[in-house]
C-alpha cells in the first residue's frame, strides 16, 4: 500500500512517515499546497490512501486571522477529499478535540455532540464535515495534546521540551491546573493511525489518544517526577493566561471504537515515560 502523507515534516506526520517507511510519500508544504485544489489534483496520484496532516494551529492566532485558518484546516481538507474521491483513494483527515466545548466533564467518544468555541475549533469542524461529505472512502483522526520527537513547526516545540528547557533555566514555571486533557504520544498514535488504515476498518471517526487523562498541571508534574527533578511548579487557572481563544476546560477524548478491533492505547504516563527515554533523559525514576 502506497500512502501520501501531507505535513510529513510535521509533528505527528513525520512519525507516520517513520511508521509506513518505504510505502510512504512524503509531501511537505513546498511540495503540496492544500489550499490549491490544482496542486492537490497535480500532487496526489499513484497512491491508496492519504493522510492529511496539514493544519493550522495557533489557536490564539486563529482568532485574528480566521481567513487563513479556514483555508487550511476546511477548504484545504474539502480539495483533499476531492482529490482522493475522484481518484478513488481512502482519505484520512487529522482531527482534534478542540471541535468540543468542554462542558461535558468526562471523556468525549466519537458520536457525543460537538460545539467548538473558537476558530480553530470551528475550522477543523468545517474540514470534519467536507472530508465526510466531499469523499466516500474517509477516516477522521481526533487526537489531542501531541507531544512528539519532532515537536509542533506551528507552535515552536511541544510541551514536553518546553517544561524541560524552563526547569533547566531554574525558571518559576506557572502551568494551568484547570484544563483537562489527553496528552498523546505522536509514535503512538502514528502506529494506530497505520492499523486503522492498512487492516481497512470501518469508514468514519475514529478518536485516537492515549489512555487517561490529567490537567497540564498534572502533565507537567509527572514530567518532572519522572526526571527527578525539583522544579518550581505553580498552579495557575487559566483566567490568568489572558488568551484571545477560549478552550475547552475538559476535551479529553476516549474511543469506543478501537477496543472492537482489538486495538488499545497505552496509557499516557507509559508514553511519557518511553518518550523520555528515547529522547535520551536516563533519570526515569521506575
Not at 36 to 48: H, M, N, P
Not at 110 to 127: F, M, Q, T, W
Amino acid at each position: 500500500m502506497k500512502v501520501a502523507i501531507i505535513g510529513s515534516t510535521g509533528q505527528l506526520g513525520s512519525d507516520i512517515l517513520d511508521v509506513f517507511g518505504e510505502e510512504a510519500l512524503p509531501l511537505s508544504h513546498d511540495e503540496i499546497e492544500v489550499k490549491d485544489i490544482t496542486s492537490c489534483r497535480r500532487v496526489l496520484k499513484g497512491v491508496d490512501a492519504v493522510i492529511n496532516c496539514a493544519a493550522y494551529v495557533r489557536v490564539d492566532d486563529s482568532e485574528d486571522h480566521p481567513e487563513e485558518a479556514f483555508m487550511v484546516n476546511a477548504i484545504g481538507a474539502r480539495n483533499v477529499a476531492l482529490v482522493c474521491n475522484e481518484k478513488r483513494m481512502k482519505n484520512v483527515y487529522i482531527s482534534t478535540d478542540f471541535i468540543f466545548d468542554g462542558e461535558k466533564e468526562e471523556p468525549y467518544h466519537e458520536n457525543d455532540n460537538i460545539n467548538p468555541i473558537n476558530i480553530y475549533g470551528l475550522s477543523k469542524y468545517a474540514g470534519e464535515i467536507l472530508t465526510r461529505n466531499y469523499c466516500r472512502r474517509f477516516y477522521i483522526i481526533r487526537s489531542a495534546s501531541l507531544f512528539g520527537s519532532k515537536g509542533a513547526r506551528g507552535k515552536g516545540g511541544n510541551f514536553v521540551e518546553w517544561m524541560i528547557k524552563k526547569a533547566s533555566n531554574n525558571e518559576i514555571i506557572k502551568v494551568v491546573d484547570d484544563v483537562v486533557m489527553s496528552p498523546t504520544y505522536t509514535k503512538d498514535a502514528a502506529n494506530i493511525i497505520k492499523n486503522i488504515i492498512e487492516r481497512e476498518l470501518p469508514y468514519g471517526i475514529y478518536h485516537v489518544t492515549n489512555q487517561g487523562y490529567c490537567s497540564w498541571f498534572e502533565f507537567a508534574k509527572k514530567i518532572f517526577e519522572f526526571l527527578d527533578i525539583d522544579a518550581k511548579l505553580l498552579p495557575i487557572k487559566s483566567d490568568e493566561l489572558n488568551r484571545k481563544a477560549r478552550r475547552p476546560k475538559f476535551s479529553a477524548l476516549e474511543s469506543t471504537k478501537l477496543n472492537n478491533f482489538g486495538l488499545r492505547m497505552r496509557s499516557w504516563e507509559d508514553a511519557l515515560a518511553d518518550y523520555l527515554r528515547e529522547k535520551g533523559y536516563y533519570k526515569i525514576i521506575g
